[in-house]
């Protein structure tokens, strides 16, 4: 059984549209997140849910809204989609907020063109 | 800003030997230092945690060494093996915030 699911893997998509990213945690997580890494393979928290509550939001343009429904799930809606959008999409889940070990989806490798 | 950083982008080991592969931080706050693991096309996985007021810890493997003197991390591999390369990144994490990564250290384990 898959942990951390997220679809889809790649989604290729032009500049300006919307877009969504989902994610579902099957480990009975509390907190789930959503990480960027870019071309360069650098990894930066975009935003934190703890028991579907928005815990962190690291500086990421109002272009991004993330969505929780319940514990187990936490979406990634994306507006106007630019260039520098394109990167690997991370979602993760934690027992806990502050964890040391977060278990990872396989990442949504988005190429806006 | 404050941040973790890695010595060397890429390491190369022929197998069976050891591999050491360093980060410097500069977050005095931290209370966890951690080394992920990121295989091509998969998401990071979690291979060690210490706590900021220990300076080693031991795994199967795998040894993390902290000196906090000079802030700095390490992760060793023994006897590293062909399924050890990846990218290794270390991270730092206070109660309650997230894991803020390091650049990644690609290793490479040659046969």
């Known amino acids: 059984d898959t942990a951390v699911s997220q679809t889809p893997k790649y989604l290729v998509t032009q500049m300006g549209n919307d877009k969504s990213i989902k994610c579902e945690q099957n480990?009975?997580?509390?907190?789930m997140y959503w990480y960027k890494q870019d071309s360069k393979k650098f990894l930066k928290i975009m935003f934190s849910y703890n028991n579907k509550e928005l815990i962190i939001n690291e500086t990421v343009p109002n272009r991004f809204s993330p969505k929780s429904p319940d514990k187990a799930h936490l979406n990634l809606h994306i507006n106007s989609l630019e260039l520098g959008d394109s990167a690997v999409y991370f979602c993760?889940?934690?027992?806990?907020?502050?964890?040391?070990?977060?278990?990872f989806g396989q990442g949504t490798r988005l190429t806006v063109v | 800003g404050e941040s973790v950083g890695l010595h060397l982008p890429t390491l190369s080991v022929q197998e069976g030997d050891n591999s050491i592969i360093n980060c410097a931080y500069s977050n005095s706050a931290s209370d966890y230092f951690i080394w992920y693991k990121q295989e091509s096309g998969k998401g990071p996985q979690f291979i060690i945690d210490?706590?900021?007021?220990?300076d080693k810890r031991q795994g199967q493997r795998v040894t993390v060494l902290l000196n906090k003197t000079v802030k700095h991390l390490s992760l060793q591999i023994a006897a590293t093996q062909p399924g050890d390369s990846a990218v290794y990144f270390c991270?730092?994490?206070?109660?309650?915030?997230?894991?803020?990564f390091g650049k990644g250290t690609s290793l490479l384990v040659t046969p």
């Open positions: 480990l009975g997580h509390d907190t």
């Open positions: 991270a730092e994490t206070r109660s309650g915030y997230a894991l803020n």
């Open positions: 993760a889940s934690s027992q806990g907020e502050g964890r040391t070990e977060a278990f």
């Open positions: 210490i706590r900021s007021n220990m």
